[in-house]
């Protein structure tokens, strides 16, 4: 998962101890986490453990939530082995262990949301849940309308069944042979638009996600980002958990 990470790490992230002197109160079994004494360095943990420092939790983190309108060639992670852009790279004045809820292509800009709260995230990226993806991409071709009636039955594609709940073309440039899409999921599976649209033989040329639930890029540019209010944040988990089939 994308939000775990090294015990000490956290620990010293919390202000308890240097890393080092983390490592050695792990490896003394002064820690618990989530009321077991762990003693093993490597182990992973997440925002929502319960971790105690000699008896103590340590502080956790506030719940923060942001948009951020992820530009193109932008990797969706919190850090990069190669030393390539990465997302929170955007959000450089926030001191929060926040990740992305989901991600989006290196090619692929517009909305995403970023959060330290795990329990939030996975409700938000459960399939079932059925919030709103909704994308405008650019195919080289033209497709038809049986085409965007493939795309809302579903399509199998290297064994993933790939469905959207709406895909309409928006508008058309016969010289350029090109066409802008507008399509809406509620899954998020790895590439899913790409693939669809690949499967279909019209090659996606640009790809954007405009709203996400009702969260839009309203008066933003590429690279802007934004707290979520928390009318927004309520309103996003409340979506989440009306639509738990
Ligand atoms: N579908 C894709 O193909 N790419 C994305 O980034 C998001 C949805």
New binding site residues.
């Given amino acids: 998962m994308a939000n775990m990470e090294r015990l000490q790490k956290v620990i010293a992230h919390a202000g308890v101890a240097s890393r080092r002197k983390a490592e050695q109160l792990i490896v003394d079994g002064k820690v618990k986490v989530n009321g077991e004494t762990v003693t093993e360095l490597g182990t992973k943990v997440t925002p929502n453990d319960d971790i105690e420092v000699n008896g103590v939790p340590i502080d956790k983190e506030e719940p923060v939530y942001f948009l951020l309108y992820k530009p193109r060639g932008v990797i969706s992670s919190v850090k990069d082995d190669k030393g390539r852009k990465v997302v929170t790279d955007y959000l450089p004045e926030v001191q929060e262990r926040i990740f992305p809820i989901g991600?989006?292509?290196y090619d692929?800009s517009g909305v995403l949301l970023l959060t330290n709260d795990g329990d939030f995230a996975n409700l938000l990226m459960h399939p079932s849940h059925e919030v709103d993806k909704e994308?405008i991409v650019k195919t080289k071709g033209i497709p038809s309308s049986d085409h965007m009636k493939k795309l809302k039955k579903g399509i199998s594609v290297d064994g993933d069944y790939l469905k959207a709940v709406h895909a309409k073309v928006m508008s058309t440039e016969s010289k350029r042979n090109t066409a802008i899409v507008k399509v809406i999921l509620h899954e998020?599976k790895n590439?899913?638009?790409?693939?669809m649209f690949d499967a279909l033989g019209f090659p996606?040329d640009k790809?954007k996600?405009e709203r996400y639930g009702m969260i839009g890029l309203h008066g933003m540019n590429a690279g802007d980002y934004r707290p979520l209010k928390p009318h927004e944040v309520k309103q996003l988990r409340q979506l989440a958990e009306e639509n738990v089939k």
């Fill in positions: 991600r989006l292509d692929t994308y998020g590439r899913q638009v790409r693939r996606v790809l996600r």
